[in-house]
């Protein structure tokens, strides 16, 4: 078996430890025996997204922003709406997440089209929403990440969230949401190293990626005791200090 | 702290305090400590006495202290030359009040996010402080495409240090970039080579913004050992070969950085070359001192970039060694610790038979273990000792060469708990 990943915009949207989560795939992919493949897609490069199995977005400065709208908006964004269509899975960070979406509005109302493969649309906040957070996720339990976005995502009709917060702000921090699970898309505001610390997550992605090209795949356990001590320090941590406030 | 208090009652007393004292600022993201401390020792060997704060003081409190702790009862400071360390957040706020003579930038990269946000918005605020320093020379890093775009904007004097293409060291690390894209026009630079991260001879074809030519340039490197380097600097078209006390690429350019500051202030820079040869930098950074049979180095961390110049450093040292490295997630380091998974601990684990013992500690050290398990590392070999005097006392213990990597925090609480057992003679005084 082999799963081959695409890395949309490494050059640009690589914001702090996104491509742990790449490494998170493959290695696991690869403990378990199943050959990986991972093509890097750069602003100025196209490729053919419906040939992969797994494409990740990570997330960005808004100073590279306007070059990859550029870009994007020079056919990578239909490429991008027909693979999610075609249920190629995807992992959408930050950033990634929200430019998968319908729209952006800006803090300034200055509205910025997005890609529109999955029902959500992104406003801009005034304040950051930063630190470390956990949400509850169905199949993956609970989730630890850090999340700092000033966009507020919300979702549309047809989509589900990825999980429901337990401590930190999620989507927009007022409805509890976080993050979308829309046909193979998993999106989240958990930025950096999503997969590494919540190794049933990543497990499910690949899954998800395994179902679609081979049919029903059993996937090999494997010994998580780094993953789970690193997991379960955090989520602890973070429930102790929200329930001492 | 007395500078917080007298901020309050009198918001420009720095302006007061500093009024007659002939100051240097060093600010940006990586360097500023070792670079000013270089600065500093160039000063005192040409006897000038120069006040000058620490690291953990670099903000506007902790500066204003400084002064103040020297000033006497008609408030104006008894120094008459100062070597200032400045936060780049800081900045802004600092350097209109300091009015120095010189200021040296050293770089810029993404550092706390958290904190700080985008580097271009630290870039930004440096800016604004330079705009309030008209008379001051800068000293800008050449090869940093986001440190020298700061003389397109400003009208000051600017001395460029920077490594020629001729001196480029190959890169063993994988290096993101934090600034690719033309901060003049957006376009996406070219590079002629690069010397790590973003710096390098860089240029953009759509705009012609490209790497000024350096006054103060690195022609050729002869040696990088475990503990000095050699290097060849041409300054103002003389060639000179300079002597650094201090291992790694990234202190050949503190070093460069420091001789341009000393040039800038007016001083001849053969102050500043034989400062370099018999300086110590001490306080964490590549700071050596007798642990164990062989003798301990603890480099200091912050963010990726600095992280895998260690790494290269680590790389190109041979032979069996013990490596601890200690993470924290206080606000000095960071809350937000994702940025281990953009350093390459692959590179170490390459070579993971040269790490006979490989030690996690600090607040962190389960994400280590998990960063160092998915770089190559086996994960029951990887040893987590959280606790400072356990750590210390393996250590004592250890017969192989120990390297010490920690964060900001991390650092202080370890470095002091090292000290209390070991007692200060036996660090290389700092």
């Not at chain 2, 001196?167 to 690390?173: G, M, Q, Y």
């Not at chain 2, 680590?314 to 380091?333: P, S």
């Amino acid at each position: 078996m082999e799963i081959k990943i695409c890395h949309i915009y490494p050059d640009v949207l690589n914001l702090y430890g996104d491509r742990g989560n790449i490494v998170a795939i493959e290695k696991r992919l690869l403990w378990r025996g199943i050959d990986c493949t991972i093509k890097n897609l750069n602003i100025g490069e196209a490729a053919k997204l419906s040939e992969f199995d797994i494409a990740f977005i990570g997330g960005g400065q808004d100073f590279e922003q306007e070059a990859l709208l550029d870009d994007l908006h020079k056919g990578k964004d239909k490429e991008i709406k027909s693979a999610v269509d075609d249920g190629v899975t995807f992992l959408a960070i930050c950033g990634g997440y929200q430019m998968l979406g319908q729209y952006y509005e800006t803090y300034e109302k200055k509205l910025c089209d997005f890609i529109g493969a999955v029902p959500l649309y992104t406003v801009g906040g005034k304040d950051r929403l930063i630190g470390n957070f956990v949400f509850d996720c169905d199949g993956a339990g609970s989730i630890v990440g850090f999340e700092n976005h000033s966009g507020k995502t919300y979702l549309m009709d047809g989509a589900s969230p990825l999980g429901k917060v337990r401590c930190g702000f999620g989507n927009n921090g007022e409805d509890s949401t976080e993050g979308i699970r829309y046909k193979n898309v998993f999106g989240s505001y958990s930025h950096g190293p999503l997969l590494p610390k919540n190794p049933l997550l990543c497990d499910e992605i690949i899954k998800t990626a395994l179902d679609r090209k081979y049919g029903k795949t059993d996937l090999a356990p494997l010994n998580d005791d780094a993953e789970e001590a690193a997991h379960n320090q955090m989520v602890q941590r973070i429930l102790k200090s929200k329930a001492e406030k | 702290m007395p500078g917080k208090v007298a901020l309050k009652i009198c918001p420009d007393l720095l302006s007061v305090l500093a009024k007659n004292t002939k100051t240097v600022v060093v600010t940006g993201t990586n360097g500023k400590t070792t670079s000013s401390r270089m600065i500093e020792k160039a000063f005192e060997d040409a006897g000038l006495a120069p006040l000058a704060n620490r690291s953990g003081a670099n903000l506007i409190s902790g500066i204003t202290t400084e002064f103040a702790l020297n000033s006497n009862i008609f408030g104006t400071c008894r120094k008459k030359y100062a070597v200032i360390e400045c936060d780049e957040a800081a900045a802004r706020l600092c350097l209109p009040m300091l009015k120095p003579k010189a200021v040296l930038v050293t770089n810029l990269f993404r550092d706390q996010l958290d904190r700080y946000g985008e580097v271009t918005h630290t870039l930004a605020k440096i800016r604004e402080g330079l705009e309030g320093t008209p008379n001051a020379v800068l000293c800008l890093n050449a090869d940093c495409s986001l440190t020298s775009s700061l003389a397109l904007e400003l009208k000051n004097d600017v001395v460029y240090y920077g490594i020629n293409q001729s001196a480029a060291p190959e890169s063993k690390s994988v290096t993101l970039s934090d600034a690719t894209h033309c901060i003049r026009c957006k376009a996406q630079y070219s590079y002629s080579y690069s010397t790590y991260g973003h710096l390098g001879g860089f240029y953009c074809e759509s705009c012609g913004y490209k790497r000024p030519e350096p006054d103060v340039a690195v022609t050729a490197i002869n040696e990088i050992a475990a503990d000095a380097s050699s290097v060849i600097m041409k300054i103002d078209g003389h060639k000179s070969v300079v002597s650094i006390n201090l291992p790694a690429i990234y202190n050949i350019y503190n070093a460069a950085g420091a001789i341009a500051c000393v040039k800038a202030f007016g001083m001849d820079s053969s102050l500043a070359i034989d400062a370099l040869a018999v300086f110590r930098c001490g306080f964490g950074r590549m700071e050596k001192f007798d642990l164990g049979k062989a003798g301990a180095r603890m480099c200091l961390v912050k963010n990726p970039a600095g992280c895998n110049q260690v790494i290269d450093f680590l790389a190109a040292t041979k032979g069996e060694r013990t490596l601890v490295i200690c993470l924290n997630d206080n606000d000095a380091d960071g809350t937000d610790v994702s940025w281990i998974w953009d350093v390459s601990f692959e590179t170490l684990a390459e070579n993971a038979g040269d790490y006979g013992r490989i030690i996690v500690s600090g607040l962190r050290a389960n994400d280590l273990r998990v960063r160092l398990k998915y770089a190559g590392f086996e994960d029951d070999k990887i040893e987590i000792i959280c606790d400072y005097n356990a750590l210390a006392e393996t250590l004592m213990n250890e017969e192989k060469p120990i390297y010490i990597v920690p964060t900001y925090t991390s650092m202080l609480d370890f470095r002091a708990c090292l000290v209390s057992k070991l007692g200060g003679s036996r660090f290389w005084e700092g």
